[in-house]
């Protein structure tokens, strides 16, 4: 099992930067691929990017030049810096894990957290 804990979500004007962590725990987390999923209200939960075992991060297009994925496998955590946020990025914010970045691509992952709220205010 691993267990997956999502931090640093909040209020944050048009324009601003917010940095998500996500921090694991129970297995090695260098062995997973990670991923982060968002769904605000209404919607359904959306891929927003993953970041593999060697570090390759893939975006979904609503995100790409904005959000960066990185890790620390020292720190078993990994992290979403998002900068120009617009209010239209208001979701909760989820973190996932697999062995396979396909899983996490489709959302077919097999761990969660419990998502953090991001808010951008216009």
């Known amino acids: 099992q691993v267990q997956l804990v999502e931090s640093g979500g909040g209020l944050v004007q048009a324009g601003g930067s917010l940095r998500l962590s996500c921090a694991a725990s129970g297995r090695t987390f260098s062995n997973y691929a990670m991923g982060w999923f968002r769904q605000a209200p209404g919607k359904e939960r959306e891929f927003v990017g993953y970041?593999?075992?060697?570090?390759?991060?893939s975006y979904a297009d609503s995100v790409k030049e904005r959000f960066t994925i990185s890790r620390d496998n020292a720190k078993n955590t990994m992290y979403l810096q998002m900068n120009s946020l617009e209010p239209e990025d208001t979701a909760v914010y989820y973190c996932?894990?697999?062995?396979?970045?396909?899983?996490?691509?489709?959302?077919?992952?097999?761990?969660w957290g419990q998502g953090t709220q991001v808010t951008v205010s216009s």
């Open positions: 996932t894990a697999d062995f396979s970045v396909s899983k996490i691509r489709v959302g077919q992952s097999d761990y």
């Open positions: 970041i593999s075992r060697s570090s390759i991060t």
